[in-house]
Nanobody, 119 residues
Framework: QVQLVESGGGLVQAGGSLRLSCVAS????????MGWYRQAPGKQRELVAV???????NYADSVKGRFTISRDNAKNTVYLQMNSLKPEDTAVYYC?????????????WGQGTQVTVSS
């Protein structure tokens, strides 16, 4: 079992920046992929960015060039640096961790942190 705790959300004006943090209760070296997802009111949860255990990253087209995902293995923490924020980035942001054991995938989610971007 892996518990994820997010922090860093808040209210920011358009064009501003925020950095989200996700601390895992277990070593993230044992986690295959960690990522950030978001869900805006009335919309489905969508992928924002993911990072693998080897450091490979992938981003949603809507955030490329503005958001950066990174990981600190020593702190069991994954970050999402968000720059040039837009009102459409407003959502609850969730941290996700996927761990594969043989052919079984274990998926873990944080409780979410609210990001609100005012125009």
């Amino acid at each position: 079992q892996v518990q994820l705790v997010e922090s860093g959300g808040g209210l920011v004006q358009a064009g501003g920046s925020l950095r989200l943090s996700c601390v895992a209760s277990a070593s993230i070296l044992r986690i295959n992929t960690m990522g950030w997802y978001r869900q805006a009111p009335g919309k489905q949860r969508e992928l924002v960015a993911v990072i693998t255990s080897t450091g490979s990253t992938n981003y949603a087209d809507s955030v490329k060039g503005r958001f950066t995902i990174s990981r600190d293995n020593a702190k069991n923490t994954v970050y999402l640096q968000m720059n040039s924020l837009k009102p459409e980035d407003t959502a609850v942001y969730y941290c996700n961790a996927d761990r594969w054991v043989m052919v079984t995938k274990y998926e873990y989610w944080g409780q979410g942190t609210q990001v609100t971007v005012s125009s």
